[in-house]
């Protein structure tokens, strides 16, 4: 039962465009959101979160957008640069609950051309 | 600051045999989460530990295990490995017990023969 998905397994973009990569979720308990980009044989880094009491939130050429209806984010990167060519993860938490579990989804490959 | 370090890096071991690895926090971070990584999937999640208690437990059999030191520090054990345990595990500190932002270690890479 995959709780977290990220349906698009890669993404291909022109530098200096944008990159949206998507992320959905079926557990409406999860309440906190998270991005990590991962390079090969390095873990995981982090990018930017949201909490649910908010729909966006920005950090320089990254935005997390959050639509709790439709349990759907979506991170924005512009514009996009080589270095941004990673694998990035979505993962979700639920803060009321016991621990600190992150789900993660399976992940969407960027590349970005020059 | 130093972050989350991990070590080994990488690893070769044989099924049946046993394995430890270990995790160092970032520095005023109390609690350490192990998630396993196979190739083309998210990590999912093992286990985490907060003031040397496990704190929750992922879908994984009994052959994995856990501890933490008062220093905070941690290692995960997996006892009879299987082909099916080879994979990067993941080391992530965050501050509290719950919420916040977790950060991880480069992982150590685990291959069972």
């Known amino acids: 039962d995959q709780q977290v998905k990220q349906n698009s397994p890669s993404l291909s973009v022109q530098e200096g465009r944008i990159s949206i990569l998507n992320c959905d979720y079926t557990?409406?308990?999860?309440?906190?959101f998270l991005w990590y980009k991962k390079y090969p044989a390095e873990g995981p880094t982090f990018l930017i979160s949201?909490?649910?009491?908010?729909d966006k939130n920005e950090d320089g050429r990254f935005t997390v957008f959050l639509n709790k209806s439709a349990k759907h984010l979506s991170l924005h990167i512009v514009p996009s640069q080589p270095g941004d060519s990673a694998v990035y993860f979505c993962?979700?938490?639920?803060?009321?609950?016991?621990?600190?579990?992150?789900?993660f989804g399976g992940g969407t490959r960027v590349l970005v051309k020059p | 600051d130093a972050g989350v370090t991990q070590s080994p890096t990488h690893l070769i071991k044989t099924r049946g045999q046993q394995v430890t690895l270990r995790c160092s926090p970032i520095s005023g971070h109390k609690s350490v989460s192990w998630y396993q990584q196979v190739l083309g999937q998210g990590p999912q999640f093992i286990f985490q530990?907060?003031?040397?208690?496990?704190?929750g437990r992922g879908n994984f059999p009994d052959r994995f295990s856990a501890r933490q030191f008062p220093n905070y520090s941690s290692e995960l054990n997996v006892n009879a490995l299987l082909l099916g345990d080879s994979a990067l595990y993941l080391c992530a500190s965050s501050l509290g017990l719950a919420g916040g932002t977790q950060y991880f270690g480069p992982g150590t890479r685990l291959l069972v023969l």
């Open positions: 949201i909490s649910s009491i908010k």
């Open positions: 993962a979700a938490s639920a803060l009321k609950a016991a621990g600190n579990k992150l789900t």
């Open positions: 557990n409406s308990m999860f309440d906190y």
């Open positions: 530990y907060y003031e040397k208690e496990e704190r």
